[in-house]
């Protein structure tokens, strides 16, 4: 697809071949995260971190979060390296709160609705 965009200059093919709904990409993040769910590092913070990756990916990109973070890089363009850098892991550790956040709203969320659920069936029972 990519060298029928090129050589026949296919703006259509090469839009799809470059977007995030083309089977490729998608086949090539997904193999590249079973490989590197497999990876453990001895670090504890890349251990805390790294599960959450997907959690900012998708904040960030979603239609709300871009609309919401695009100015914190607009920012950081204007600032050397080092800020840019701060300000990206800033924005990552926002993420991966949010994220931590969720999964225990949601743990006490189910845990309740498995009491819940425990109770009703008792009482058919």
């Given at each position: 697809?990519?060298?029928?965009?090129?050589?026949?200059?296919?703006?259509?093919?090469?839009?799809?071949?470059?977007?995030?709904?083309?089977?490729?990409?998608?086949?090539?993040?997904?193999?590249?995260?079973?490989?590197?769910?497999?990876?453990?590092?001895?670090?504890?913070?890349?251990?805390?971190?790294?599960?959450?990756?997907?959690?900012?990916?998708?904040?960030?990109?979603?239609?709300?979060?871009?609309?919401?973070?695009?100015?914190?890089?607009?920012?950081?363009?204007?600032?050397?390296?080092?800020r840019f850098f701060g300000?990206?892991?800033?924005?990552?550790?926002?993420?991966?709160?949010?994220?931590?956040?969720?999964?225990?709203?949601?743990?006490?969320?189910?845990?309740?609705?498995?009491?819940?659920?425990?109770?009703?069936?008792?009482?058919?029972?």
């Amino acid at each position: 697809m990519v060298a029928i965009g090129y050589f026949r200059h296919n703006l259509r093919i090469m839009s799809y071949v470059n977007s995030y709904y083309n089977p490729i990409i998608i086949t090539l993040v997904g193999s590249l995260i079973l490989v590197f769910e497999q990876i453990k590092f001895s670090s504890k913070t890349i251990n805390w971190i790294t599960p959450n990756i997907l959690a900012a990916y998708l904040i960030t990109e979603n239609f709300y979060g871009s609309r919401l973070f695009k100015d914190w890089f607009y920012i950081a363009n204007e600032y050397p390296i080092i800020r840019f850098f701060g300000i990206a892991l800033a924005l990552t550790m926002l993420c991966v709160l949010i994220e931590k956040g969720r999964v225990l709203m949601m743990a006490t969320l189910q845990k309740r609705w498995a009491e819940k659920l425990e109770k009703w069936l008792n009482k058919l029972n």
